[in-house]
Nanobody
Framework: QVQVVESGGGLVQAGGSLRLSCAAS????????MGWYRQAPGKQRELVAV???????NYADSVKGRFTISRDNAKKAVYLQMNSLKPEDTAIYYC?????????????WGQGTQVTVSS
């Protein structure tokens, strides 16, 4: 069993900052990709940022220059520093991990954390 738990969401004014944290635990042999996705009301879930085991990253164009993803392999954790937040960043943010469990690559998701940006 693998558990993925996010924290750090909340309500912030436009222009403000938030930091999301996510930690994975359980029978994990190794972690490949960690990342963040978000889903706004009435919209499909979309990629925000991912970071691979080697440290390479990808960002959605809408967050480039404002958000920074990082990871701590020892803690099996991933973070998302969100600066210059905009109302359109309002969404539920989900942590995603791609891990090796029992020699298989598997995907796991957190339960989501709400981020609300007021104008």
């Amino acid at each position: 069993q693998v558990q993925v738990v996010e924290s750090g969401g909340g309500l912030v004014q436009a222009g403000g900052s938030l930091r999301l944290s996510c930690a994975a635990s359980g029978s994990i042999f190794s972690i490949n990709v960690m990342g963040w996705y978000r889903q706004a009301p009435g919209k499909q879930r979309e990629l925000v940022a991912v970071i691979r085991s080697g440290g390479s990253t990808n960002y959605a164009d809408s967050v480039k220059g404002r958000f920074t993803i990082s990871r701590d392999n020892a803690k099996k954790a991933v973070y998302l520093q969100m600066n210059s937040l905009k109302p359109e960043d309002t969404a539920i943010y989900y942590c995603y991990v791609n891990v090796v469990v029992d020699t298989y690559l598997r995907d796991y998701w957190g339960q989501g954390t709400q981020v609300t940006v007021s104008s």
